[in-house]
T-cell receptor
Framework: GAVVSQHPSWVICKSGTSVKIECRSLDFQATTMFWYRQFPKQSLMLMATSNEGSKATYEQGVEKDKFLINHASLTLSTLTVTSAHPEDSSFYIC????????????FGSGTQLSVL | SQQGEEDPQALSIQEGENATMNCSYKTSINNLQWYRQNSGRGLVHLILIRSNEREKHSGRLRVTLDTSKKSSSLLITASRAADTASYFCATVPGNQFYFGTGTSLTVIP
């Protein structure tokens, strides 16, 4: 099956710093990537949808200046948490869809962010 | 809320028993999908059912969909300890995928 690589797996940073998370589709071209946030024992909250070469579409309530998403190529999307604060601590998961005909998502293994 | 609702939130069964979890959603959908998540990991796609389908099977999985009630169920038959995980339904109204609240399944050996 298709593989999505996400890294880092975990990151600890000081409050006020920025953190970049990468999501790569290793063996397919991902025209659309999705970024989710998950709190412990809760569901995944869709943050934004990113299409290659265009601006990301953010869900209501998600600060686009806080969570910068770049989808510069068909195999790479990045999420940058700018000026991170403790309340940004969470599990972030990316997912990708191959082309427009493949209807299922392939997920990265997630990034646990802890902001001190 | 972008989420669907799943119940039960948690389910504990003995190995060999069947596990049933339900998902209710709010919007019209193109399809509905079920995913599995092991603790601290990403999700893995299990099965997809389209809006014009009522039932679908895949191995030990059986999914039903009732679009008039905006609900779906996932049945895992002859459960195994390795089935222990969280299970989420995902509704796909358009280009986005929205996940339900999840059911945490524990299968006791």
């Amino acid at each position: 099956g298709a593989v999505v690589s996400q890294h880092p797996s975990w990151v600890i940073c000081k409050s006020g710093t920025s953190v970049k998370i990468e999501c790569r589709s290793l063996d397919f071209q991902a025209t659309t990537m999705f970024w989710y946030r998950q709190f412990p024992k809760q569901s995944l909250m869709l943050m934004a949808t990113s299409n290659e070469g265009s601006k990301a579409t953010y869900e209501q309530g998600v600060e686009k200046d806080k969570f910068l998403i770049n989808h510069a190529s068909l195999t790479l999307s990045t999420l940058t948490v700018t000026s991170a604060h403790p309340e940004d601590s969470s599990f972030y998961i990316c997912s990708a869809r191959e082309g427009t005909l493949n209807e299922k998502l392939f997920f990265g293994s997630g990034t646990q962010l802890s902001v001190l | 809320s972008q989420q669907g609702e799943e119940d039960p939130q948690a389910l504990s069964i003995q190995e060999g028993e069947n596990a049933t979890m339900n998902c209710s959603y709010k919007t019209s959908i193109n399809n509905l999908q079920w995913y599995r998540q092991n603790s601290g990991r990403g999700l893995v796609h299990l099965i997809l059912i389209r809006s014009n389908e009522r039932e679908k099977h895949s191995g030990r999985l059986r999914v039903t969909l009732d679009t008039s009630k905006k609900s779906s169920s996932l049945l895992i038959t002859a459960s195994r300890a390795a089935d222990t995980a969280s299970y989420f339904c995902a509704t796909v109204p358009g280009n986005q995928f929205y996940f339900g609240t999840g059911t945490s399944l524990t299968v006791i050996p």
